[in-house]
């Protein structure tokens, strides 16, 4: 197990687990609107109908992002657990602990993120 001891552990995992509960509130929330839209023509006009969808697509892309960030968020959680919270995926360096401030769910250092992004 590595541990970084340069950072407060017990922040981070307030902070993660405060955001997974509420990833899960939010997501009961928005199961409405990503229900299918009815294609009903006589109680709904054409324009209402592609706006309702264009709102659906809109709530399952949020949806998509929102799954995404639990999935970090809880492999964060898992990381801290094992002892190798706080170091890149990639290439094990030490994760600044400013940057874990901004987002404790990153798993990747700066430079990483940096060269993912250029790809």
């Known amino acids: 197990m590595i541990y970084n ?4 552990l017990k922040y981070f995992k307030k902070r993660l687990e ?9 997501k009961n929330a928005d199961n409405e609107k990503s229900k299918p839209v009815e294609l009903d023509q006589a109680r709904m006009g054409r324009l209402s109908r592609m706006d309702a969808m264009q709102q659906q697509a ?3 892309a949020t949806a998509h992002l929102v799954d995404a ?10 990381r801290m657990e094992s002892g190798e919270y706080g170091y890149c995926m990639n290439c094990d ?5 400013g940057r874990l401030r901004v987002d404790p769910s990153l798993l990747t250092c700066i430079s990483c993120a940096r060269a993912s992004e250029e790809q």
């Open 58 to 60: 809109m709530s399952q």
């Open 93 to 97: 360096e030490e994760i600044a602990e």
């Open 5 to 8: 001891n340069n950072i407060d």
């Open 18 to 26: 405060e955001r997974l509960e509420a990833i899960d509130v939010g």
């Open 69 to 78: 960030e639990y999935r970090r968020v809880k492999i964060a959680l898992e």
